[in-house]
C-alpha cells in the first residue's frame, strides 16, 4: 500500500463550502447476493458510477457505510463529492477554482482536511465541515507536503514542508489558538500517539535491521523512549500505537500496544523486501483492535511474488482472510468494517461478511 520504512502516508485534504447535487450517470444496480439463510437469499443492492475518466481524479474515503467521497473536475472547478452505494445519489460537499491535491476524512465524520494549491512552491491547507463551511485555512510554503492530522482532535496537524533541494521543516499547527510552530524533529513523517504525543522513529544501523520509536510532547518539549527496539515499521490509531518487527523466522511480528507501553495483542505474518528495505502494506485501520491489510501468503522478494495478495481482517490478533486476490495498494474500509474498497482506483468493493466482490466504479470507453 505504498509503505515504506518509516514513511506514513500522511494525507493532505482539501475542501471549501458548498453543498448542491450534480449529475452523474448511474448504471444499473448491482446484485450482491449473500449466503443463504433459512432457505432464502439475502441481496444488497449497491449502485455503480460511471465517471468520466478526463474528469474523475480519484476516490477519498467513505463518509458512512454507504457513502464514498470522491474528487473531480467540472467546468472548470474542482469538486469534492460524495456518492452513495445505495440510493446512487451524488452530492457536491465543497468547490475549489484551485486544483485538490488530497482530501482526509477526520475519523469523527465531521471535517475534511483538503490540501490544495496554485503553484510549485505553497500549498494550502483548508478544514471544513461536511456542510462546505471552511472553519480553518493556512498556507505552507513547499514544493512537496506531508500532512498528519489528529485522530482525536482535528484541530491539530502536523505539517511538514519539503523544499526543491528535500530538506524540510516540520510544523505543528493548532486551530484552536492559531498556533503555527517549527519543531525540532528530524524524522519528516512523524506520527500523533494520543492528543499531547508524537511517536518518531529513529534508525542508527541498516534500515533493514529497524530502530527506536520515540515519544515528543510539544507542550513540554519533553522526550522519553518506547521498550521497543528493531522496528521497521509502525502507525498509531488514536492513542494506541502498532509496531512491526522482524523475528528470527524472518516473519513480521505485529505488535499493538497502548500509549503506556501495555501490550494489547501480537501476531506474525509472511514479510516482503524490496533488496534494500522491508515492504510493509498499508494498513487500515478500523478501531484500535481491529485493522484490515493486504498480506502476501508466503514471504520473499517483491518482484518474485507469484502468488496475489490477500486482504486479511484482524481481530485482536486473530487474523481472517476476507479476499484472496486483491491489489497490494491502497485499502479503504467502511465505518463499521463491512465494506472495504480495492484496486488502484479503489474501483472495487468487498462485502467483509459475504466475501464477494464487486465493481462499483467504471470508466466509459
Not at 264 to 284: C, D, K, L
Not at 311 to 334: K, M, Y
Amino acid at each position: 500500500m505504498r509503505k515504506k520504512m518509516f514513511i506514513f502516508f500522511a494525507a493532505v485534504l482539501l475542501l471549501t463550502g458548498c453543498t448542491e447535487k450534480t449529475n452523474e450517470v448511474i448504471e444499473g444496480s448491482t446484485a450482491i447476493e449473500q449466503p443463504e439463510d433459512n432457505n432464502s437469499i439475502k441481496k444488497e443492492i449497491i449502485k455503480s458510477l460511471i465517471t468520466d475518466p478526463a474528469k474523475f481524479h480519484f476516490v477519498v474515503d467513505w463518509l458512512t457505510d454507504s457513502k464514498v467521497i470522491y474528487v473531480k473536475k467540472e467546468n472548470g472547478l474542482y469538486q469534492v463529492n460524495s456518492f452513495d452505494l445505495e440510493s446512487g445519489q451524488t452530492d457536491t460537499l465543497y468547490e475549489d477554482d484551485s486544483m485538490i491535491i488530497d482530501v482526509l476524512v477526520h475519523p469523527s465524520k465531521k471535517y475534511l482536511l483538503l490540501h490544495t494549491s496554485d503553484n510549485a512552491t505553497s500549498a494550502t491547507v483548508k478544514i471544513v465541515t461536511m456542510d462546505g463551511a471552511v472553519q480553518d485555512e493556512v498556507i505552507v510554503a513547499s514544493t512537496e507536503l506531508a500532512i498528519e492530522w489528529n485522530d482525536l482532535d482535528p484541530s491539530l496537524i502536523l505539517l511538514t514542508a519539503f523544499h526543491q533541494d528535500w530538506t524540510f521543516d516540520l510544523f505543528l499547527y493548532n486551530g484552536k489558538v492559531e498556533s503555527f510552530d517549527l519543531l525540532a524533529i528530524e524524522d519528516p513523517f512523524p506520527k500523533w500517539l494520543g492528543e499531547d504525543k508524537i511517536a518518531v522513529g529513529f534508525v542508527e544501523g541498516h534500515i533493514l535491521d529497524g530502530g527506536e520509536i520515540h515519544t515528543y510532547e510539544p507542550e513540554t518539549a519533553k522526550w522519553d523512549q518506547l521498550d521497543l527496539n528493531g522496528v521497521v515499521y509502525f502507525d498509531t490509531y488514536e492513542d494506541t500505537l502498532l509496531a512491526v518487527r522482524i523475528n528470527e523466522e524472518e516473519d513480521a511480528l505485529y505488535t499493538i500496544m497502548e500509549k503506556g507501553g501495555v501490550i494489547r495483542s501480537e501476531w506474525t505474518m509472511p514479510v516482503n523486501s524490496n533488496y534494500s528495505e522491508w515492504v510493509i502494506p498499508e494498513i487500515e485501520w478500523n478501531t484500535s483492535d481491529i485493522l484490515f491489510l493486504p498480506a502476501s501468503e508466503k514471504g520473499g522478494q517483491i518482484d518474485e511474488l507469484t502468488m496475489p495478495f490477500r486482504l486479511i481482517r484482524v481481530t485482536e490478533g486473530r487474523q481472517d482472510v476476507i479476499a484472496d486476490e486483491i491489489v497490494a495498494g491502497v485499502l479503504r474500509c467502511s465505518p463499521s468494517g463491512g465494506k472495504c474498497l480495492t484496486g488502484y482506483s479503489l474501483e472495487n468493493l468487498i462485502d467483509v461478511e459475504s466475501k464477494l466482490k464487486t465493481t462499483w466504479l467504471t470508466f466509459p470507453e
